[in-house]
């Protein structure tokens, strides 16, 4: 079956400018998560979904990030005022309300120039 | 806070050796996973161990988790060239909270 996507896969834009990241989840998973992998930083939690819950925000580094889920399905990350660090590659997953994996999607690398 | 630990960070081992990956962790968790990333790719899971004395193997990998020490490894016997990916562990606190990852084991196999 189809697995999480993201889009798009590449995105470069230049410091200032605001930027929306799709993540599709699997059917029926309830639970979706957002992480950005860094060479810095590694692999780093950002924002959690569960069902009608209100979203984990706890990983959220600055206010310029924000993120929602419509309809218990797609997620958009949205970064406003993009700035160098920003750039990363920025995962998302999905896993089941109660299952014991989450699975990652391609990811959509992000550049700020 | 949850931290993990991983060693090594880098290792170079040669076809047909064995060696150990080691994930420490600071505090209890509910379980933890094995992801396994190859370049330019997203995340694998390889396996989730969800108590202590846990043992799971797929082919070339064996992992465990012993939960007292706080501690999982992940056991590679015999080391073929495409097992040459970075590793990750990852503890969570309960099922449904997000993973803590170790900073990765880059893993290369060289003939």
């Known amino acids: 079956g189809a697995g999480v996507s993201q889009s798009p896969s590449n995105k470069v834009t230049e410091k200032g400018k605001d930027v929306e990241l799709r993540c599709d989840p699997i059917?029926?998973?309830?639970?979706l998560y957002w992480y950005r992998q860094s060479l810095g930083q590694g692999l780093e939690f950002l924002i959690y979904f569960q069902g009608n819950s209100a979203p984990d925000k706890s990983g959220l580094p600055s206010d310029r990030f924000s993120a929602e889920r419509t309809g218990g399905s797609v997620s958009t990350l949205t970064i406003q005022r993009t700035q160098q660090e920003d750039s990363a590659v920025y995962l998302c997953?999905?896993?089941?309300?109660?299952?014991?994996?989450?699975?990652f999607g391609p990811g959509t690398r992000l550049t700020v120039l | 806070e949850l931290k993990v630990e991983q060693n090594p960070l880098f290792l170079s081992m040669q076809e047909g050796k064995n060696y150990t990956i080691y994930c420490n962790y600071s505090t209890t968790s509910d379980r933890l996973y094995w992801y396994r990333q190859d370049p330019g790719k997203s995340l694998e899971s390889l396996f989730v161990?969800?108590?202590?004395?846990a043992v799971k193997q797929e082919g070339r990998l064996m992992a465990s988790l012993d939960t007292k020490a706080r501690l999982s490894t992940l056991h590679i016997t015999a080391a073929v060239h495409d097992l040459s990916a970075t590793y990750f562990c990852a503890p969570t606190l309960s099922g449904n909270t997000p993973l803590v990852f170790g900073k990765g084991t880059r893993l290369s196999v060289i003939a």
């Open positions: 997953a999905s896993s089941l309300a109660y299952s014991d994996t989450q699975y």
């Open positions: 161990l969800l108590s202590n004395g």
């Open positions: 059917s029926g998973h309830t639970a």
